[in-house]
């Protein structure tokens, strides 16, 4: 036991470092799940967690969820929520203009066009198609566009939102109703017309087939 003791060194070389690896440092950092996003009400909205991104637009409670997918080097301080990406269905299109190319046209002139849904082209003898288009917030939803055929006709195709839930019959926009709209507060005696209507909102794709 003595001579165990006696071999027993206290020092145990604090001074000595251990050399970390900059691995840690240099990993590139993945964004592939960092959102940001709000609901587009002016009301607390009470969640735990929303696990959510592909197929939307997406709501809680009827409140619309603006997401951002977060890119490497954009600051989440700086960013602007004002766009959400939304699927329609577009109305009345003429026959023989069901198209891809066409749906780019009217995508972007809704928004943002994003994608077409090559899936629902055996709803053309219905004359509609099915767009992903992004969309401002901060602007009215467009609810048709003028037509000029060839033979110098002029028809209408009508706009559908799908999964549109709160939006104000008296502006148009998304995340308020026309009793909470700044148009009515300025003059809440005078009489409006409303220029947009429920039928905004799509059927579901099972009615529609």
């Known amino acids: 036991m003595e001579d165990s003791i006696a071999d027993l060194s206290l020092e145990d070389d604090d001074e000595e470092t251990i050399q970390l690896g900059v691995e ?3 990993r590139e950092t ?3 799940n960092y959102f940001l996003g709000m609901f587009l009400t002016s009301s607390v909205v009470n969640f735990q967690v929303m696990r959510v991104e592909k197929n939307g637009s997406w709501n809680f409670n009827s409140y619309l969820l603006v997401l951002h997918r977060l890119k490497e080097g954009e600051d989440p301080l700086s960013i602007q929520l004002n766009w959400v990406d939304f699927w329609m269905i577009i109305h009345d299109l003429p026959l023989g203009f069901m198209s891809k190319a ?3 046209q009217l995508g972007s002139f809704i928004g943002v066009f994003l994608e077409y849904d090559a899936s629902a082209t055996q709803l053309s ?3 509609i198609i099915r767009i992903n288009v992004q969309i401002d917030v901060r602007k009215p939803l467009k609810r048709k566009k003028n037509l000029t055929l060839s033979n110098g006709k002029s028809i209408y195709v009508r706009f559908k939102y799908e999964k549109l839930t709160l939006f104000c019959f008296l502006c148009g926009k998304i995340g308020h109703g026309e009793s909470f709209c700044l ?3 300025h003059n809440p005696w005078q009489e409006y017309v409303f220029h947009s209507d429920i039928y905004l909102r799509a059927q ?3 009615i529609l087939a």
Request: hydrophobic residues 35%.
């Open 24 to 26: 840690s440092l240099e």
């Open 30 to 32: 993945s964004y592939a």
């Open 102 to 104: 066409i749906a780019k």
């Open 125 to 127: 003898y219905k004359r």
């Open 183 to 185: 148009i009515r507060a």
């Open 204 to 206: 579901s794709r099972k």
